[in-house]
């Protein structure tokens, strides 16, 4: 029933005691006010969890009147995860001024003014989890002005001392920041500003990617032109580029990340094509790989923002387990494995 309101979860027997709300609203509904449906005034709601893909102006006023609808004094709302097209600026100070006991905040990405509330934690300062949902609607491009916000807000809230004994007793530290995309693509642009790089340079490896990506359409998931298990030419043509690539001098790391090829030759080392026990492409391409490490191993201090699966980041502090385990390099550089293939958290799958 994605066509009004899907479900409320409580184990209660009243309203009153209502710990957790679950809205859904689709493009399709009939817009009805949002303040029916939280009537009473002694109830405690600790968790709300909301979609509407209305007009994005509405949701956020809506959010507003279900919290100070839901009982006198201070909000116990520990959780707030909620979707809608975009957020206006100016609309989340409102909100979150109602919710200081706010600990998990899972919703789309403000714009950049309104991400300077949570820079000093003074409106949600036990803020411990924050997730922004990035789209073409929400953010049609990765952008400088964002981009700064976003490393400001992590400098000042996810590097504080994970000692609980230095920290201020009025402001939490943002264990997990993470940013959710809805398509690849934008999750490169986003890391390269995040990260520093400079998408412009670094040609010669993306038109090496390319190439790869046009003898083996398979790491695209697409089917080759034509059968190649005799095909010796195809054959010598993957093994002059991987040479080619071997012998290429990189100059900076940045390029490597910021073109993928050293993800195409992960994915490579990864894949059993036929005739690779002949072939050895996989070898060819783990000795590649094997040869950048050095210059791997030297960026892992500067790198701040990894890959999460195929579409979230997730911030990592200098402190971060991420940082220090046995598989550091294979995180940072490749990204950290994650089974979910779908590009919005599962709380919305109602």
């Known amino acids: 029933m994605r066509n009004s309101i899907t479900r409320v979860v409580t184990a209660a027997n009243s309203l009153e005691a209502l710990t957790i709300m679950e809205l859904c609203e689709s493009s399709d509904t009939a817009r009805s006010p949002q303040s029916r449906y939280l009537t009473s005034s002694s109830c405690s709601i600790e968790e709300i969890r909301m979609v509407s893909f209305h007009d994005e102006a509405e949701l956020i006023p809506s959010l507003v009147n279900i919290i100070r609808n839901s009982g006198p004094g201070p909000s116990p709302l520990k959780i707030l995860r909620f979707r809608t097209q975009g957020v206006q600026a100016g609309q989340l100070s409102v909100l979150l001024q109602l919710t200081p006991a706010l600990e998990t905040l899972d919703m789309p990405i403000p714009p950049a003014e309104d991400l ?15 997730e922004f949902f990035v789209n073409d609607f929400t953010h049609s491009a990765a952008d400088d002005v964002t981009t700064k916000a976003l490393e400001l807000l992590a400098a000042s809230r996810c ?31 986003q890391l390269a500003l995040l990260e520093g790089w400079e998408r412009t340079s670094g040609k010669e490896l993306v038109h090496f990617k390319n190439q790869i990506f046009s003898e083996i359409p398979e790491l695209e998931c697409r089917r080759p032109r034509r059968a190649r298990k005799f095909d010796r030419r195809w054959i010598d043509r993957v093994l002059v580029l991987l040479e080619s690539i071997e012998n290429y001098k990189v100059n900076r790391v940045g390029d490597v990340y910021t073109s993928e090829l050293h993800l195409v030759l992960k994915m490579l080392t990864e894949r059993q094509l036929l005739g ?61 494995e994650d089974d979910t293939r779908l590009h919005y958290p599962a709380f919305l799958d109602f």
């Not at 530290?173 to 809805?182: A, G, P, T, V, Y």
């Open 276 to 336: 690779d026990d002949k072939c050895l492409f996989r070898q060819r391409a783990n000795t590649i790989l094997k040869k950048w490490e050095p210059l791997f191993e030297q960026s892992l201090s500067s790198r701040h923002w990894v890959m999460k699966g195929e579409y979230s980041l997730v911030y990592i502090s200098e402190n971060d387990a991420v940082r220090t385990g046995p598989d550091a390099l294979t995180n940072i550089v490749y990204g950290i």
């Open 116 to 130: 300077a509330l949570l820079v000093q934690g003074g409106i949600i300062p036990r803020l411990e989890k924050c």
């Open 159 to 189: 590097e504080m001392s994970s000692d609980p004994a230095s920290l201020s007793a009025e402001c939490s530290r943002i264990k997990k920041f993470c940013l959710h995309f809805d398509r690849p693509r934008l999750i490169q642009a």
